[in-house]
Antibody, heavy 121, light 107 residues
Framework: EVQLVQSGAEVKKPGESLKISCKGS????????IGWVRQMPGKGLEWMGIIYPGDSDTRYSPSFQGQVTISADKSISTAYLQWSSLKASDTAMYYCARFGGGKRRNPIDYWGQGTLVTVSS | DIQMTQSPSSLSASVGDRVTITCRAS??????LAWFQQKPGKAPKSLIY???SLQSGVPSKFSGSGSGTDFTLTISSLQPEDFATYYC?????????FGQGTRLEIK
C-alpha cells in the first residue's frame, strides 16, 4: 500500500528555520516525483515545487523559488521542505504528493495527510 | 505560467442532481489535466487524470472530458459525501498550476 506520512504540526516564530518531512512507503521511492503543495487558511491549492529522488532533479514554482528548499534523502525514502527564515505569511497547511512513475509528465496520485505550520510571534 | 480558471466558483445542488464544473487553461495543455476533491479538514483526493481517466477506486459517477484548453468534470447522482471543493490542475508544463477551486454545496 502506497503511503506518504508527513511530520507533525509546527509552531514557530518569525525568523526561525524549519524543515518538514514526507516519508514514502509501499513503492520505489526513487522512481516517482514528490511535490509540495501549500494551502493557506481558507484558500486554494498552490503548487510549490517537485523533486525526483532518483537523481535529485528539482523544479520550483517561480512564486516559491528562493523562498523554500526541496530536498530528498533516498536512503530513508523521505522528502523535505525547508525554510531558512519563516514569515507569518508562511502559515499554512503543506501537503506532499506523489506524481506518477518515471520522469515524464505525470499527475498526482497519492497525497500525504498534511503538516500545519503556524508562524506567530 | 499557465492560468487555470474554474467556473463556477461555487455551486448549490441537491442530492440526486447531476452537476458539471468547467476548467479553462490560458493556453493549450493537451490532456494533461487532473481533478481533485477536497473535504473540509482533509487532504485532497485524486479523482481523474489525463482529463478523463479515473484514478483507481474512484466511482464511475465521476467523469471528465476535454482537451486543449477546455475541460469539464461531471458528477452524476450527487450523494451527501460528494459535497466538497473540487480543483483542476494542469501538469503539461511547470509550474503545475491549480484552478482556484469550485465549492459544491447542498441546496
Amino acid at each position: 500500500e502506497v503511503q506518504l506520512v508527513q511530520s507533525g504540526a509546527e509552531v514557530k516564530k518569525p525568523g526561525e528555520s524549519l524543515k518538514i518531512s514526507c516519508k514514502g512507503s509501499g513503492y520505489s521511492f526513487t522512481s516517482y516525483w514528490i511535490g509540495w503543495v501549500r494551502q493557506m487558511p481558507g484558500k486554494g491549492l498552490e503548487w510549490m515545487g517537485i523533486i525526483y529522488p532518483g537523481d535529485s532533479d528539482t523544479r520550483y514554482s517561480p512564486s516559491f523559488q528562493g523562498q523554500v528548499t526541496i530536498s530528498a534523502d533516498k536512503s530513508i525514502s523521505t522528502a523535505y521542505l525547508q525554510w531558512s527564515s519563516l514569515k507569518a505569511s508562511d502559515t499554512a497547511m503543506y501537503y506532499c504528493a506523489r506524481f506518477g512513475g518515471g520522469k515524464r509528465r505525470n499527475p498526482i496520485d497519492y497525497w500525504g495527510q498534511g503538516t500545519l505550520v503556524t508562524v506567530s510571534s | 505560467d499557465i492560468q487555470m480558471t474554474q467556473s463556477p466558483s461555487s455551486l448549490s445542488a441537491s442530492v440526486g442532481d447531476r452537476v458539471t464544473i468547467t476548467c479553462r487553461a490560458s493556453q493549450g495543455i493537451s490532456n494533461y489535466l487532473a481533478w481533485f476533491q477536497q473535504k473540509p479538514g482533509k487532504a485532497p483526493k485524486s479523482l481523474i487524470y489525463a482529463a478523463s481517466s479515473l484514478q483507481s477506486g474512484v466511482p464511475s459517477k465521476f467523469s471528465g472530458s476535454g482537451s486543449g484548453t477546455d475541460f469539464t468534470l461531471t458528477i452524476s447522482s450527487l450523494q451527501p459525501e460528494d459535497f466538497a471543493t473540487y480543483y483542476c490542475q494542469q501538469y503539461n508544463s511547470y509550474p503545475f498550476t491549480f484552478g482556484q477551486g469550485t465549492r459544491l454545496e447542498i441546496k
